[in-house]
C-alpha cells in the first residue's frame, strides 16, 4: 500500500508538471512572443488528450481526497479522545478506565471484529506513542496533497476551456 500511494504521489507531481508546460505554451504569452498562433492536428489531439486525461483524473484525485478525509477524521476523533484521557486526573470527570474509543464505528474493521473497542491504559499508551501523532500529521498532508491536486487540476480545465473559447473561435 506504502508503495502504491508513493507512486500515486509521484505520478500525480509528473502530472502536474507536464500540464504546466503544455499550459505555458498555450497560453497568450508564448503567442505574443512569436506574433502568430499556427496549430497543428498533432498539437490539437495532445491537448485534447491532457484535456481528457485531466478529467478522468479530476474525477479520481476527487475520491482520493474524499477518501483521505476519512483516516483524517479518524485520527482528530482518536486525538480528541487522548486529550481527554490526559486532562482526566486534573479535572476529575471520570477516571481513565472509563474512556474509550471504538474503532468499529468508522468502517475500517468489522463490527463483530476483537479488540474493536480500546479503553483505559491502553488508549492512553496509545495516546503517549510519537506514532501515532506522526500518523495524525500525515493524514493532513496527504489530505492536503490530494485536495491541491484537485484545484490544480481544475484550474489547467478552465484555463484550458477558455484558451479554447477565446482564441479557437
Known amino acids: 500500500m506504502q508503495c502504491v ?5 509521484s505520478f ?6 507536464i500540464l504546466l508546460a503544455e499550459g505555458f505554451y498555450s497560453m497568450s504569452a508564448v503567442r505574443e512572443l512569436h506574433r502568430e498562433f499556427k496549430t ?3 498539437g490539437r489531439c495532445i491537448s485534447g488528450m491532457f484535456v481528457f486525461l485531466t478529467y478522468v483524473l479530476g474525477v479520481v484525485g ?12 479518524m485520527s482528530y476523533n482518536i486525538w480528541s479522545t487522548c486529550e481527554v484521557v490526559k486532562s482526566s486526573p486534573t479535572n476529575g470527570t471520570a477516571g481513565v478506565e472509563q474512556i474509550c474509543m471504538d474503532i ?6 468489522p463490527w463483530n471484529a476483537f479488540p474493536g473497542r480500546i479503553c483505559g491504559s491502553a488508549l492512553e499508551n496509545i495516546c503517549n506513542t510519537n506514532e501515532f501523532y506522526m500518523s495524525c500529521h ?3 498532508v496527504a489530505c492536503a496533497g490530494a485536495g491541491t491536486t484537485v484545484i490544480v487540476l481544475l484550474i489547467y480545465m478552465m484555463a484550458t476551456t477558455y484558451n479554447s473559447v477565446v482564441f479557437e473561435v
Open 5 to 9: 500511494i508513493y507512486g500515486a504521489a
Open 12 to 17: 500525480f507531481f509528473l502530472y502536474v508538471i
Open 40 to 42: 497543428t492536428i498533432c
Open 62 to 73: 476527487l475520491g482520493v481526497f474524499g477518501f483521505s478525509a476519512v483516516p483524517v477524521f
Open 104 to 109: 468499529r464505528q468508522y468502517g475500517i474493521i
Open 138 to 140: 500525515l493524514f493532513i
